[in-house]
């Protein structure tokens, strides 16, 4: 069946580095633009980073700063998000999300993985 | 804030009909970005619920429908059950932002 699948969580320290992976299943991932969204303890949910099929487009959101990158491996039908310096507000927990159409990132998001958990704590 | 305002709330009685707003600007929904829309059960990920404004995904019951007009749009929930309690979230794109994808507050749906 078609599948997302996000690992990689867990507790970490502030200023430091995590590397978020999704791996895909039951469709041919290199068709489809993937997203990364957050969402804080209790809070609504975030949109962090969409990268297109082929991976040469990447967009981020703005609070970011340059700190977070996504990059995709579609002979392995994995997606990376690349998490540095670290902060407490990046605690949340991560869903990777399929972009419903080929060829574009403006179609909705039909597919979620079950999130991976990521804490930033001294 | 977010750029896409919701109600944080909204009640209904089992078999009323309740209506959720997502007011834009110019910049996002007024530009004629699609709007899309998401229900959250409480402890899971998200799921698709209306995408392209309207449009219903496979297995989502038509009791649920959406529409968009000007600057906002709006998500309508016939019948309201039980199950039908959780968050709900718009979704759309802004031209001022680099990444464009937006997400609206979100709106917790209570089924009394």
């Known amino acids: 069946q078609v599948q997302l699948v996000e690992s990689g969580g867990g507790v970490v320290q502030p200023g430091r580095s995590l590397r978020l992976s999704c791996a895909a299943s039951g469709f041919i991932f290199s068709s489809f633009a993937i997203h990364w969204v957050r969402q804080a303890p209790g809070k609504g949910l975030e949109w962090v980073a969409v990268i297109s099929s082929h991976g040469y487009d990447k967009y981020y959101a703005d609070s970011l700063k340059g700190r977070f990158t996504i990059s995709r491996d579609n002979s392995n039908n994995t997606l990376y998000l690349q998490m540095n310096s670290l902060r407490a507000d990046d605690t949340a927990v991560y869903f990777c999300?399929?972009?419903?159409?080929?060829?574009?990132?403006?179609?909705?998001?039909?597919?979620w993985g079950q999130g991976t958990t990521v804490t930033v704590s001294s | 804030q977010s750029v896409l305002t919701q109600p944080p709330s909204v009640s209904g009685a089992p078999g009323q009909r309740v209506t959720i707003s997502c007011t834009g600007s110019s910049s996002n929904i007024g530009a004629r970005y699609d709007v899309h829309w998401y229900q959250q059960l409480p402890g899971t990920a998200p799921k698709l619920l209306i995408y392209g404004n309207n449009n219903r995904p496979s297995g989502v019951p038509d009791r649920f429908s959406g529409s968009k007009s000007g600057t906002s749009a709006s998500l309508a929930i016939t019948g309201l059950q039980a199950e039908d309690e959780a968050d709900y979230y718009c979704?759309?794109?802004?031209?001022?932002?680099?990444?464009?994808?937006?997400f609206g507050g979100g709106t917790k749906l209570t089924v009394l």
């Open positions: 999300a399929r972009d419903r159409n080929p060829g574009s990132h403006y179609n909705g998001m039909d597919v």
């Open positions: 979704q759309s794109y802004d031209s001022s932002l680099s990444g464009s994808v937006i």
